[in-house]
């Protein structure tokens, strides 16, 4: 009966494992669908003068800008929104920051672009990798880097409007780097321990959803400091 019972256990955590492996591979996956989007969406602006003009002069730039975290507070709510409108919210978020970031080609040179690219992808790898498989507990750092970019953004949108020297920018953007670093482990982290084969397909998918518009944040907004700081360099 012992035997019977280590079998079934064994059999369970078997389970387990394999589900919470396809968990994180669809999360991975809708993260990388919503970079593919973005770069897609930025090389289709970016090309045309007159997408430019339609989307990024006059006041229409600004429900382009503001119109990613309008999304996020309003249109993205895992506890009452189904995986078909989570997934159709996050195709909309994805598609807004490929259209903010078509002036890229114009502002860096390409190959200051694929550099900031691949570090950022490298970073992000590895740093999904320790939360992964990490046995601390993440959950204070994800805390601190929370309440630290919050500090950072109200700090960035006074240098709108006072301006700072090259110098501030740059530690903004080297803080912004370090605190998105640690965002993206404690979300591996969390999205590892939030997974239960018990939720049903439905709430994992929901799950899944939400992770990966948190990790493709954390990706975009790595991207963009790095790229800053390679131009600035």
């Not at 035997?3 to 059999?11: G, P």
């Not at 498989?133 to 006072?162: E, H, N, P, Q, R």
């Not at 939720?199 to 948190?214: V, Y």
Request: aromatic content about 12%; proline content about 2%; hydrophobic content about 50%.
């Amino acid at each position: 009966m012992q035997t019977n019972r280590f079998s079934q256990t064994q059999s369970t955590a078997t389970s387990v494992d394999a589900g919470l492996r396809t968990h994180m591979q669809s999360v991975y996956n809708r993260m990388t669908i919503g970079v593919l989007v973005t770069a897609i969406t930025a090389w289709i602006v970016g090309s045309s003068p007159e997408l430019m003009s339609l989307f990024l002069s006059g006041p229409q730039k600004y429900l382009i800008i503001f119109g990613p975290l309008a999304i996020i507070w309003f249109g993205f709510n895992p506890a009452t929104m189904s995986s078909q409108k989570l997934k159709m919210a996050f195709i909309g978020v994805s598609i807004l920051y490929g259209i903010s970031f078509s002036t890229l080609a114009y502002v860096y040179a390409g190959a200051d672009i694929a550099r900031a690219f691949f570090i950022t992808s490298a970073m992000f790898a590895g740093l999904s990798i320790y939360g992964y498989t990490t046995k601390k507990d993440l959950t204070a750092l994800g805390s601190f880097c929370i309440m630290a970019l919050i500090g950072l953004i109200v700090v960035s949108i006074i240098g709108m409007f006072i301006g700072f020297s090259s110098g501030v920018e740059t530690m903004i953007s080297v803080g912004v780097v370090l605190v998105m670093a640690g965002l993206t482990a404690w979300e591996t982290q969390n999205t590892k321990r939030m997974y239960s084969p018990s939720h049903g397909t439905e709430i994992n998918s929901r799950m899944a959803w939400s992770a990966a518009l948190s990790l493709y944040i954390s990706f975009v907004i790595m991207f963009s400091h790095i790229l800053s700081l390679m131009s600035n360099r």
